[in-house]
């Protein structure tokens, strides 16, 4: 059983598009929720993450809206650049060594 | 965040063969984790190895398929033994850290495997 649903599959934006990946869970344990970055050959790397008592994160570009009740949370990447052209994962996780990864988004920014 | 190095980045083997993957940490940590990530497929957690301990595996996953050593809080490895095709992935390390207080995990860059 998928614990994290991640759509879509793949996106293709313009760039200064702004880019929105969805992630939706079930297990209301979960108080952790990251996004990873990967780029071809690379190791996924920690990108931004919230916890679900505040329902925005914003760091430079990159902001999750989260959403309690809805049991949903989401990745917007801001005037969006060639350079951000990767695949992003969300996660779900309820202590270190508990992490539950969706299935990951392939986005292209096309200059 | 902890700087994780893995060696080797990638190889490629025969069928039937075993590879021995390392994962070094630049500072000690209590937890590693193993994850497999197959070809356009998300991270599947192979197992957690804890220093001093056994390896704790994951459904659908054996340490005689996969034995892990952890001899310090700084180094572990991983073997793909008697391998075959379905082998091929990427073998990714991670460690756990803290992130603005909060516990969260660093991956290292991964190996590349590819089984013939």
């Known amino acids: 059983q998928q614990q994290v649903k991640q759509s879509p599959q793949s996106l293709i934006v313009q760039k200064g598009g702004i880019p929105i990946i969805n992630c939706a869970y079930e297990?209301?344990?979960?108080?952790?929720f990251p996004w990873y970055q990967q780029f071809p050959g690379k190791g996924p790397a920690l990108l931004i993450a919230?916890?679900?008592?505040?329902s925005e994160k914003k760091e430079g570009r990159f902001t999750i809206s989260f959403n309690k009740s809805a049991k949903q949370f989401s990745l917007h990447i801001m005037d969006s650049q060639p350079g951000d052209s990767a695949t992003y994962f969300c996660?779900?996780?309820?202590?270190?060594?508990?992490?539950?990864f969706g299935t990951g988004t392939s986005l292209t920014v096309i200059p | 965040s902890a700087v994780i190095s893995q060696k080797p980045s990638r190889d490629i083997c025969q069928r039937g063969t075993s590879l021995t993957i390392q994962c070094q940490v630049d500072?000690?940590?209590?937890?590693m984790f193993w994850y497999r990530q197959q070809p356009g497929q998300s991270l599947t957690l192979i197992a957690t190895?804890?220093?001093?301990?056994?390896?704790?595996?994951e459904s659908g996953f054996v340490i005689d398929k996969f034995p892990i050593s952890r001899p310090n809080l700084t180094f572990s490895t991983l073997t793909v033994s008697n391998m075959s095709p379905e082998d091929s992935s990427i073998y990714l390390c991670?460690?756990?850290?803290?992130?603005?207080?909060?516990?969260?995990?660093?991956f290292g860059p991964g190996t590349r495997l590819t089984v013939l």
């Open positions: 991670s460690v756990a850290g803290l992130e603005g207080g909060t516990d969260t995990q660093y």
């Open positions: 297990n209301t344990a979960f108080d952790y």
């Open positions: 919230i916890r679900p008592d505040v």
């Open positions: 996660a779900a996780a309820s202590g270190r060594n508990q992490f539950y």
């Open positions: 500072s000690q940590v209590t937890m």
């Open positions: 190895a804890n220093q001093g301990s056994e390896a704790t595996y």
